[in-house]
């Protein structure tokens, strides 16, 4: 039951192959609250990811994260990838120190709320980051808790992002990149274990 | 020691747009763009960031933006960059014509930061 370099590439494959699934889902959440190119953008992220693990295997959990994070940050091109790109630089960082998931999604969403300047309320994925990573240090992760997650933040009014240009017309939408966050909370509950 | 300014945009065409406004009053003033993705769509790029930063010929830089993920993305770069790179959250336009205007007529860093103030608006 531990992090290894090996499940990490199982996770975030499961991850990559959700978010192309989804693709055309998280871009239409991105259309009446922002740009509609969340799919999209998260789409080529991942694909870069997977490339970027396929061409050269990570020899390192720190070198996995890392890898993941240049990809996402060179290739996302919207708001999602520096802030994905640094909740994975983050890890990078605290995988030096610990495989604890709890400890490195902690580490990951603090880079997050730092970054985009986002707190738990404003109807983004530190909405789903945050309560989160809260459970996996509670070893409590179910895909319960990320739905429900994800789902809390239709009734936000955003207060970051693009989506926040709109103020109270955003209520009545999820975030899409709560959603997209919420893929990867499951692709890490689907992973054998890693938890 | 000189001082450049760096433009970002989502958009290629208003990150190459915007300085040739520049160039009218501040043509000696070292101006570098970065505008979209990696591929040239809507988006912002930390690598082009980056490469625009290394390209001015100044080793100090006020950098202008125009919305949210521009700012992550120079940040990223900011952190990365052996320059001292100033980052301003003002309207992108005024702003860059008011800084271009006054550091061709040779005003110190204090007295341009002062006059963005009043155009902070992010
Ligand atoms: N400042 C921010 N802090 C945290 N998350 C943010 C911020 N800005 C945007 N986001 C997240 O990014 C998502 C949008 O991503 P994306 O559509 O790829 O980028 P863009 O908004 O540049 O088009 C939002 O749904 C939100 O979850
Ligand atoms: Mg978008």
Redesign the pocket.
């Known amino acids: 039951m531990a992090l290894t370099v090996d499940n990490l590439i199982e996770w975030i494959n499961n991850f990559s192959q959700k978010v192309n699934e989804h693709k055309d889902y998280l871009s239409e959440l ?1 259309t009446p609250i ?2 509609g ?2 799919g999209n ?2 789409a080529r992220g991942v694909n870069a990811v997977q490339e970027s693990l396929t061409n050269k295997k990570p020899a390192e959990l720190t070198d996995a994260f890392k890898q993941v994070a240049m990809a996402l940050i060179s290739k ?1 091109g ?3 990838g520096p ?1 994905y790109g640094t909740a994975f630089l983050e890890m990078a960082k605290k995988s030096k120190d610990t495989t604890d998931l709890g400890e490195l999604f902690t580490a990951a969403n603090e880079g ?1 709320k730092k970054r ?3 707190k738990v309320g404003d109807k ?3 909405d789903v980051f945050e309560p989160l990573a809260e459970k996996l240090t509670q070893g409590l992760l179910e895909q319960s808790e990320i739905d429900e997650a994800v789902e809390g933040t239709k009734d936000l009014v955003a207060k ?4 926040s240009y709109l103020g109270e017309r955003s209520v009545g939408h999820l ?4 959603m997209s966050s919420g893929y990867l909370f499951s692709a890490l509950i689907e992973t054998e274990g890693i938890l | 020691m000189s001082l450049g300014i760096t433009i970002v945009s989502h958009v290629p065409e208003i990150a190459a747009g915007l300085p040739k406004l520049l160039k009218q009053v501040a043509a000696d003033v070292p101006l570098t763009y970065a505008g979209g993705t990696d591929d040239g769509d809507i ?1 912002t790029s930390m690598e082009k960031i980056n490469q625009a930063f290394d390209d001015n010929s100044a080793d100090e830089i006020l950098a202008f933006y125009d919305l ?2 521009a700012k992550m993305n120079l940040e990223m770069a900011q952190e990365m960059s052996e320059k001292t790179i100033h980052l301003y959250d003002t309207a992108l336009i005024e702003s860059a014509y008011t800084a271009a205007s006054l550091l061709q007529a040779g005003v110190s860093l204090k007295d341009v930061e002062e006059q963005l103030k009043p155009l902070k608006v992010k």
């Not at chain 1, 970051?160 to 989506?163: D, L, S």
Request: net charge negative; hydrophobic share 35%.
């Open positions: 991105d922002g740009d190119d969340h953008n998260m996302v919207g708001a999602s802030l997050v985009g300047g986002a983004t994925m530190v970051k992002g693009r989506a975030d899409p990149g709560a | 988006g949210g993920s």
